[in-house]
DNA sequence: AATGAATGAGTGTTCATTCAT
DNA sequence: TATGAATGAACACTCATTCAT
């Protein structure tokens, strides 16, 4: 919420491609701060804790996953997939700390927030679904946690390839094919 | 793929339980030792090294995600999800560290192997899918990649979901319930 | 209360010679551990943490500083007396640190457990007062507060004294002057 | 003795209030700067170390510790306690830090200076004490050195007592109670 | 097969202090 | 006069591992 200074987005960039590169693990102040170029004591006047650090990094994901809202129905769908496969394009190394939940598992604080922000997300997108079914864009008789699964399942699992496979390919392409050929199964025929 | 003492088992059931709970994070020897209920040193009797654990862990998922071979085609598919979540209920803490795979990201080998196993995975399921595919099961104008992604994404985001919801549902009537609409889907009409 | 080990006796005796000597801030696990000859972890193997050792410190003074129980009233005044000045002579850095209250001020813990330790103390020399004071052995007009204030207060100074010059005069000789002194003073003519 | 300005009078003030709360260990620049509502850089305008503020407490003590001189013998001694327990309670905090001797142990400048002013404030009273003998009005078959601890001894006890009770009782009145008691036993009868 | 004691390297964090602005 | 940013050394403590018993 609070403006960032600059060190403090140098601090977070740097934090989160640790986690990426090497995992939570090697997410040490040590590491941190050589990375950054300081001494370990430094960070500490712009972060008073590792701990806060990796709170601000959870602010950075909610920042970063608030949809833009584009359309409703079938349309809201595809435009929420799109857009995040955008965000996840334009800052792939917090994509995938995002999608390794068990980083955060190891502190209560930490885990409950990020639990929220899924839960958001879930509820963003069961709210399109189901305005899709009312106006008999998709199919009604698939339940919605089914449809939400495959939906985000796939995706998910799509971002997950791409991360893995060092950011090797066309993900917001792989995307859309991905979307086209679920939209086309599940669209009212 | 030598047989595991009864200690040895203990030790990697007890490893599985800390890292599916508290992250691999406060997976430390001290910690393991006290689950199992004896000193540090007692470990290094059973395993020469917590790295050596690690990688029978790895070993434990191969075993564990080996498939049956139990029909072809479609039928291959439905049977290779089936198995899978039959093995997670007999296992759940491992199914929820296996879906971590940030766990083993901070060390070359084993993050290689469970990208070996990961991929020996996919291979197998393409081949059904493509089976599926030639036999005129499924429709054949969905490229099998996508296929691929909407069929083990939604497992996988299931399986999840039943491991952060504390194994809360019955995972094997909601992976039926998500499989036969998925599979209703993609059926040849 | 539970034994201690060699190993634990010894840490705690080269702790208190250390506060004894330069105050409770050197105190360090590094000196301490310089002290014995071990490495700073192989001290949490004896003690899990600095706070406990210093616990095990009051313990000492607790231990320490038990009345014999030998006489009542003003016989019993003078043994409390010689009794200490055994003591402090048998261990006289413990006896330095007991009376630099101020060591443990910055834990509530502790210095709530010293405080209990003084306050028992006073009971006990206070009922002793008072019984001299009915046995008619010593003046009856002087409120107990003054009388305990001039033993105790004259006794401290004296140990003080003691231990700031190094214990370079007779504790036993010089207390037992004090008393006789006092003790004249004090008695009913 | 030169002059201090109104900042560095606040540092004094408030390093002391530190010390007598928390004790010496939590007289760290951080906190003290925190407690004026300054930056720690902005201390070393002011003093050029934390050793240089540590020696103006000392200049402090002694300041505050100087007899005003008026009165000898038996008279004297009155004076010189009156007056000492009118500083404490015109400032308490500076009294509890002058009576916690181990609070400047670690640092050798600093508690050989507490030794001499501690040193001289027993030359002044043993003069008056030994005035007092060859006055006639206190007994003089008690050694100047256990005279001076009474007096002394079971004055420090009081001011401790005061200092540890969170000054809740008047101690000009307990202590004038404690000087009559005391000056009635030694008086020459 | 297990223990108690130890170690060297590393953990996150705080210390007093400096320096350019 | 004061600040923000930095530093090197130290802080209490934990790590995986070793070794004699």
């Not at 640790?18 to 001494?39: C, H, P, R, W, Y």
């Not at 939906?151 to 390919?169: E, K, P």
């Amino acid at each position: 919420m609070t403006e960032l200074t600059e060190r403090q987005k140098e601090i977070l960039e740097k934090a989160i491609k640790i986690i990426a590169n090497d995992g939570i693990q090697n997410l040490t102040i040590k590491n941190l701060s050589k990375a950054i170029g300081v001494t370990e004591a430094a960070l500490y006047r712009h972060y008073d804790s590792k701990h806060s650090i990796l709170l601000a990094i959870l602010d950075l994901f909610e920042e970063f996953s608030k949809a833009g809202k584009s359309g409703s129905g079938l349309k809201g769908i595809e435009s929420f997939l799109m857009e995040r496969y955008d965000k996840f394009i334009s800052n792939p190394k917090l994509a995938k700390v995002m999608f390794s939940e068990a980083v955060f598992i190891n502190d209560k604080e930490l885990s409950e927030r990020m639990r929220l922000i899924i839960h958001g997300h879930r509820k963003e997108l069961e709210l399109l679904i189901d305005e899709a079914k009312s106006n008999n864009e998709i199919l009604t008789d698939i339940d919605t946690k089914s449809l939400f699964r495959m939906i985000i399942g796939s995706m998910r699992l799509l971002v997950i390839q791409w991360c893995f496979n060092g950011y090797g390919f066309d993900l917001k392409k792989e995307g859309s094919v991905l979307w086209n050929n679920l939209e086309n199964l599940i669209k009212q025929r």
